[in-house]
């Protein structure tokens, strides 16, 4: 019965192929060499496998995959406006020189803008998504783009969602609160919880709470930490 889902012809070949051959217990190992996974998704499967928690660790997972779809989606929806504004400003302005100098003037004028412009949406959409999310070109771009203002409030709340659904998954597996800790920072996937992992470590060996050693990550609000801690 586990192997059903694997022979349908979505699945990449050498998985399904692996999948037919396979025993329960090398799940996790098969998810993690044939599909680019997170260090913490992969961490999340081992730890659901090792308690007998790996239904559950699977749904989790697949949740935070459609929650990432969704996401993307709201994403292109709050980018449509600015891309168009950006088309505008590259394509109108020049029209002017079209009708002065030909077409050829005006087609070198645009030109360049619109490389840049199908450069980046290549990259956004067609390389990014490709790329290993552990990798430091990914760890890059989300960094760059939680600066920038049409993008920073998604991945913020993104990131706290992530941090707080993983470390609550994490605990229920039977891991140890300070191993949960690391997996939820590695799958928050933001700036804010970088390095953040240490000091909250640091003080929960210290005695502190939860919500006290939630205190120094910027993104997590009163309220977060109050509800992650309960």
């Known amino acids: 019965g586990w192997r059903r889902g694997w022979r349908a012809p979505h699945g990449p070949p050498p998985l399904r192929r692996d999948m037919a051959q396979a025993q329960p217990d090398t799940l996790p190992d098969l998810l993690s060499r044939h599909l680019w996974l997170a260090p913490a998704t992969v961490a999340l499967l081992q730890a659901g496998h090792r308690q007998g928690e790996l239904p559950g660790a699977l749904r989790f997972i697949a949740r935070r995959l459609e929650e990432d779809r969704k996401a993307r989606d709201l994403l292109i929806k709050r980018l449509l406006y600015p891309a168009l504004l950006a088309v505008g400003a590259i394509y109108l302005p020049p029209l002017a020189t079209w009708f002065t100098s030909g077409f050829g003037a005006y087609l070198q004028a645009v030109l360049p803008p619109t490389i840049v412009l199908g450069g980046a949406v290549?990259?956004?959409?067609?390389?990014?998504?490709?790329?290993?999310?552990?990798?430091?070109?990914?760890?890059?771009?989300?960094?760059?783009?939680?600066?920038?203002?049409?993008?920073?409030?998604?991945?913020?709340?993104?990131?706290?969602?992530?941090?707080?659904?993983?470390?609550?998954?994490s605990v229920?597996?039977?891991?140890?609160?300070?191993?949960?800790?690391?997996?939820?920072?590695?799958?928050?996937?933001?700036?804010?919880?970088?390095?953040?992992?240490?000091?909250?470590?640091?003080?929960?060996?210290?005695?502190?709470?939860?919500?006290?050693?939630?205190e120094p990550v910027r993104a997590l609000s009163q309220q977060d930490r109050s509800l992650i801690s309960h």
């Open 122 to 169: 290549l990259l956004m959409f067609a390389v990014l998504p490709r790329l290993d999310p552990a990798g430091p070109l990914r760890g890059g771009m989300r960094k760059v783009g939680a600066l920038l203002p049409p993008i920073s409030w998604l991945a913020k709340h993104r990131a706290v969602a992530s941090f707080a659904a993983t470390l609550g998954v």
């Open 172 to 214: 229920r597996s039977g891991l140890p609160i300070v191993e949960s800790v690391r997996l939820a920072a590695a799958a928050a996937g933001h700036p804010s919880f970088e390095g953040a992992a240490d000091d909250i470590e640091q003080q929960l060996r210290g005695g502190a709470s939860l919500a006290q050693a939630l």
